[in-house]
């Protein structure tokens, strides 16, 4: 059967928030906004968010929102990122967010209907995201007998429950990588075990910031062909990846921008905005340069590449910046002069053996994750395409 949503459930919008941090406290209700969202269907618990009373609730007219209530942000930048959460309990929630309060419809039914049917697809003006709860109330929902709403529920539940479990163990490979560095190198701080005391820019041959903004404008992409260089973002450093990315430049550009060539085996690092993310680029990568947003560090030999990298990981917080808006890297000066500890090279290796052991290890969770997602999305088009 195909209704309009609100045939089947109650659409309204949070009601306000209440000001000041002396309105929120240790007891009470959740109160959920807008930017708890990613936090909570990360799998944070409701109970550790901000919380309001009933006296402050009674005095901001805040409404509870019962348990089951799907909720999404229906205005501001958040609104544009399609995240839906259903309510494990009762909550107050930000007018931000749209709350779906299920009447003849199974709550994590309509989560999954909602992630396939993207709510922000309504939004009309992304430079002002916003999603009327009218438009909202007249989304068209296909809920089918109620037998088959629950074996979808269950089969996704039980899909989404593998998704959640690869990813945990990724997580706990790369806390097993963290806490072998640790053991074997040491605080980097304290450095325990005397190692050689240097600086970033002598285990380098060479650091190199971005070009100016001026130096490599939209204008100058071109299209990809047999004579053009890749532009490699910010994007290659966060999403470990150099196989993404449509920006290229002529040879004449890139000869011009000679400077900032980054070759295999160079490792990238953002440093505008997502500071800190760092990856090594692989061999075999396109040849091209990297734009404004990333710094590129070419090892001399005096580190191994995977200890590097576990070291600036570890050491990245200690990043100078500036900017009123995006934060941004001070100075390359600075980053060359950043302290580093240089261990024996016999240590490097042992460390590097361990941590490939580990990367096949994550491969092959890697690997079943990936073939677990693309089940989920063959699912969602089955049953909501």
Known sequence: MRYKLQEIANVAAGQGAPQGDHNYCDYGMPFVKAGNLAELIAGADIGSIQKVNEEVAKKHRLKLFRKGSVLFAKSGMSCLKGFVYVLPSDAYVVSHLACVTPEKVNSKYLKYYFLFH???????????????????????VQVPENNVVRNVVSTLEKVEFLLALYKSQLQKLDELVKSRFIEMFGDPETNPYRWEKTTVDDVCSSIVRGPFGSALKKEFFVERDNTTYKVYEQKHAIQKSATIGTYYVSEEKFNELR????????????????????????QGCEKGIINQALCKFTLNGKMLPIAFLTYMKETIGNLETKGSGIKNIAAVS?????????????????FSAFVQEVDKSKFAVRQALDKTQQLFDSLMQEYFG
Not at 131 to 139: G, K
Not at 338 to 348: A, D, G, K, Y
């Open 118 to 140: 993207k709510p922000n697809t309504l939004i009309k003006d992304e430079a002002y995201p916003s999603i009327s709860l009218t438009d909202i109330a007249n989304m068209v």
């Open 259 to 282: 400077r900032f060539e980054c070759l295999p085996g160079d490792i990238i690092m953002s440093c505008s905005g997502t500071m800190g993310e760092l990856y090594q680029l692989p």
């Open 334 to 350: 600075y980053v060359k002069s950043m302290p580093i500890n240089l261990p024996p090279m016999q240590v490097q290796h042992q």
